[in-house]
């Protein structure tokens, strides 16, 4: 079973606009979430978690556990935000780490 | 500065002969990951290593073995390789496995094309 799901595989704003990248989770237990963003040639590598309550970079996620979500924002999007972003669940008891599919974030000048 | 390094960037075989992929790490972590990511596909953990304890997940095909000669080194085999295995293959560290130890950090992955 699909345990991250990220609806959009693509997703283009352009420069200043608003961005939201959307996960949603399946998982049983009391969730651990994170952000992986790639950029371009660059290896992946963690943008936040959400036991952080952290801001990086101008992005928030915010855990909704009604709504099983983990939806990525930025109020204003730069071009250097362009990337391929992945969130992930961490699976309890044995740590494992499962990513969704992606989203490629295009932002436009 | 790199701290989890794949060699190569690029690897081609063929069909059936077998390839032995490389990680090594600077960081002295305790836990070493493969993963396994195919086009437009969410990377996907084949194995990995808590120092030398060697944890395998279930749907991970007997085709694929990994070794762990060192804390720094960590070695990606795939005996056979068939074509459905041409992938990047992406090697990640942690600190430890636990609360506040999550984070991974990647290298930058071997292409993997199978002829």
């Known amino acids: 079973a699909q345990r991250v799901t990220q609806p959009e595989k693509l997703l283009s704003v352009f420069k200043g606009a608003p961005v939201e990248l959307k996960c949603n989770y399946s998982?049983?237990?009391?969730?651990?979430l994170f952000w992986y963003v790639q950029y371009s040639r660059q290896r992946l590598q963690l943008l936040l978690r959400h036991i952080s309550r952290e801001s990086i970079k101008g992005f928030t996620a915010d855990l909704n556990k009604g709504e099983t979500s983990f939806h990525l924002k930025k109020p204003f999007a730069q071009e250097e935000d362009s990337a391929m972003y992945y969130c992930?669940?961490?699976?309890?008891?044995?740590?494992?780490?499962?990513f969704g599919k992606g989203t490629l974030l295009t932002v436009n000048p | 500065d790199a701290m989890v390094i794949q060699n190569p960037r690029y690897q081609v075989t063929q069909f059936g002969k077998p390839v032995t992929l490389s990680c090594s790490q600077t960081l002295n972590h305790n836990v070493m990951y493969w993963y396994q990511q195919k086009s437009s596909q969410a990377p996907k953990l084949l194995f990995h290593y808590y120092d030398k304890d060697f944890n395998n997940e279930a749907d991970t095909p007997d085709n694929f073995q990994s070794r762990r000669p060192n804390t720094s080194f960590c070695f990606l085999d795939i005996r056979s390789p068939g074509l459905g295995d041409a992938a990047m293959y992406l090697c990640?560290?942690?600190?430890?496995?636990?609360?506040?130890?999550?984070?991974?950090?990647f290298g930058s992955g071997t292409q993997l094309s199978v002829l």
């Open positions: 990640a560290t942690s600190r430890d496995l636990g609360v506040g130890d999550e984070k991974l950090f």
């Open positions: 992930a669940l961490l699976e309890g008891s044995n740590y494992k780490l499962t």
């Open positions: 998982y049983s237990g009391s969730p651990e």
